[in-house]
C-alpha cells in the first residue's frame, strides 16, 4: 500500500492513544504529569497514516470502477479500519487536551497569573498561552466588575483572618493598608484575600489548633507516608534496572 508511510505489520491501532489516555487518568485528581509531547506527537504521525491508507484504498476502489459506499471487498473493510481508528485517536488526544485545559483553568483561579515553576515545567508551549490567556480575560473580567476578587473565597470563610506561618523569606509586602514584614518563620494574623496567594505558591502555611489541628497534622503524616512508600518503590526499581545492566 502506498502513500504516506506503511502502518508496522505488528502495530495496534489505537495503542499509543490509549496510554495517552491512561497516562490522564492515572494523576491525581486536579494534577498534572508533564505534557507528553513524544506520544502526542506519535499518535498525530499515526493518524496522518490512516488517513493516507484511507485515501489510498478509496482510490483504490473508485479506479477499479467499484462503488466506495456499497462494495462489501477487503479494502471497503480496510477503509473502515482506517477510518474508525481514526475517530478513535481523534477522540483521545481531544480528550487529553481537554481534560489538561481544565485543570489549566482552575489554576487560574488557585494560584492567580503567575504559575509556580514546578507546574510551568509541565506544560505545552500552547498550553502556556492558554494559561496567559485565560488568566488575562478573568483578571479583565474582575476589573470591569470593579476590582472585585473572583479568586477568593471559592467557600464561605468562618473568619475573614487567618493565622499562617511564613515559610521563605518573602519580606515587606503591602496587606491591605499596611506593610508586613513577612519573614521566613514568622507567625502573622492576616485577612484571608491577602493570605491565599501566598498560601498557594507554598510561601505561607496556615497555623491550625483544636481538632482542625490535629486533622490537619494527621493528614499530612498519611501524605509522608505515601511519599515515603512512592520513594522505596522508586528506589528499588532504580536498584533492580542497575543490577540488570550490570
Not at 101 to 109: F, K, R, V, Y
Amino acid at each position: 500500500m502506498t502513500g504516506g508511510g506503511e502502518m508496522e505489520g505488528t502495530e495496534i491501532y489505537g495503542r499509543r492513544a490509549c496510554q495517552l489516555v491512561k497516562e490522564l487518568a492515572s494523576a491525581e485528581p486536579g494534577q498534572l504529569t508533564s505534557f507528553n509531547d513524544d506520544m502526542f506527537n506519535q499518535v498525530i504521525k499515526e493518524c496522518n497514516l490512516h488517513y493516507s491508507q484511507f485515501y489510498e484504498l478509496t482510490k483504490k476502489m473508485q479506479e477499479e470502477g467499484l462503488d466506495v459506499q456499497s462494495a462489501r471487498n477487503a479494502d471497503h473493510f480496510g477503509m473502515l479500519i482506517h477510518h474508525l481508528s481514526l475517530i478513535r485517536n481523534k477522540r483521545c488526544l481531544m480528550a487529553y487536551v481537554f481534560k489538561r485545559a481544565e485543570i489549566i483553568q482552575s489554576l487560574s483561579w488557585k494560584v492567580g497569573r503567575v504559575l509556580p515553576e514546578e507546574i510551568e515545567q509541565k506544560l505545552s508551549d500552547p498550553e502556556k498561552r492558554y494559561f496567559r490567556n485565560h488568566s488575562s480575560a478573568l483578571q479583565s473580567y474582575m476589573r470591569d466588575m470593579g476590582g472585585l476578587d473572583l479568586t477568593v473565597d471559592m467557600v464561605p470563610p468562618k473568619d475573614p483572618y487567618i493565622k499562617v506561618r511564613v515559610l521563605d523569606d518573602i519580606g515587606v509586602t503591602a496587606m491591605g493598608d499596611r506593610d508586613t514584614n513577612l519573614a521566613r518563620h514568622s507567625i502573622h494574623f492576616l485577612k484571608r484575600t491577602d493570605a491565599e496567594h501566598y498560601i498557594f505558591q507554598i510561601l505561607l502555611v496556615l497555623v491550625l489548633t483544636g481538632d482542625d489541628g490535629r486533622a490537619h497534622r494527621l493528614k499530612l503524616i498519611n501524605l509522608l507516608l505515601v511519599f515515603t512508600v512512592q520513594l522505596a518503590v522508586s528506589l528499588i526499581s532504580v536498584h533492580t534496572a542497575l543490577l540488570v545492566l550490570s
